[in-house]
């Protein structure tokens, strides 16, 4: 069985971590980020979790169209091919809770990839964390993805060439349900932000970068962890509201489940060893 999650007294080096090329000043490089496509054609984001396992948000995935990902590229349309990976998904898990496409509840969905990835500078997974761990409020952390989603007195989404990037902290589950309950007509006693869900601002405008099932990774104790996947897009969008993202430590345990009864296309500490045996290596600038 794979290590999918760690006890937070091992080794950072399990995990990946983002990185800046050398002498110049732009975005970071985030090796987990995942863009999630249909005919080519980005629709949300994701992060690599193993070498050949993908999470993202459930209500990314519609029907029975044919995805695929790209990883190891912070363009939303790249030309080097030598660095881009085009995957095809295999197979797609859904949440057996997940529910509704307006305030969710289990939203968070597995894909397994057709071909494992090859670790390296431009790939690597994130890890998670046990389910038992309490993300404090406060904590920093960085959503990412190519949705620019919705600037103030806009009516319009976009998407950016270039892999985004906003910091934003945990916010407290309760104030983060008080914000989006003043404008709602569902009865005060029946919560909109439940405990499978996490919150994150950047106490401002919030600008919303992150991509519907795009990653929310936080550094903890010197290991970078995916905290969530973005659910609550449109509601992110307007002015000052908070993201609301599934809560990934709350499904750790079926995720490893899941993952430990799928198909297993190598060895099974394979993608932690390559990792490894990456960071040993020579770093070559970009």
């Known amino acids: 069985m794979r290590p999918l999650y760690l006890p937070v007294t091992l080794v950072p080096e399990a995990c990946g971590k983002p990185w800046w090329p050398k002498n110049l000043d732009v975005t970071r490089y985030w090796p987990w980020e995942v863009s999630l496509r249909v005919e080519n054609e980005h629709v949300c984001g994701g992060a690599l979790i193993d070498l050949d396992w993908v999470v993202t948000a459930a209500h990314c995935i519609q029907g029975t169209k044919k995805y695929s990902v790209i990883l190891g590229t912070s363009k939303l349309k790249p030309t080097d091919s030598t660095r881009a990976l085009s995957i095809p998904v295999r197979d797609i898990i859904m949440h057996p809770k997940y529910w509704g496409r307006n305030f969710i509840t289990g939203d968070v969905a597995l894909l397994q990839l057709h071909t494992p990835v090859v670790v ?150 394979s993608s932690w060893l390559l990792l490894l045996s990456w960071l040993l290596q020579p770093q070559m600038g970009p």
């Open 120 to 269: 390296s500078k431009y790939v690597q997974p994130i890890c998670l964390l046990e389910p038992n761990y309490n993300l404090k409020v406060g904590t920093q952390c960085w959503v990412t993805g190519w949705g620019q989603v919705k600037q103030r007195f806009s009516a319009n989404s976009t998407l950016t060439p270039e892999l985004r990037e906003a910091e934003v902290f945990i916010m407290d589950n309760k104030m983060c349900d008080r914000i989006y309950r003043k404008k709602s007509l569902i009865p005060r006693v029946v919560p909109l932000v439940l405990g499978d869900m996490i919150c994150a601002t950047n106490y401002g405008e919030n600008l919303c970068y992150g991509d519907s099932g795009g990653p929310l990774a936080c550094e903890v104790e010197g290991r970078w962890i995916l905290a969530g996947v973005l659910s609550w897009e449109k509601a992110c969008a307007q002015v000052r509201n908070p993201g609301v993202y599934t809560h990934i430590t709350k499904y750790s345990k079926w995720i490893k489940k899941q993952i430990s009864n799928g198909v297993l296309s190598v060895p099974c500490t």
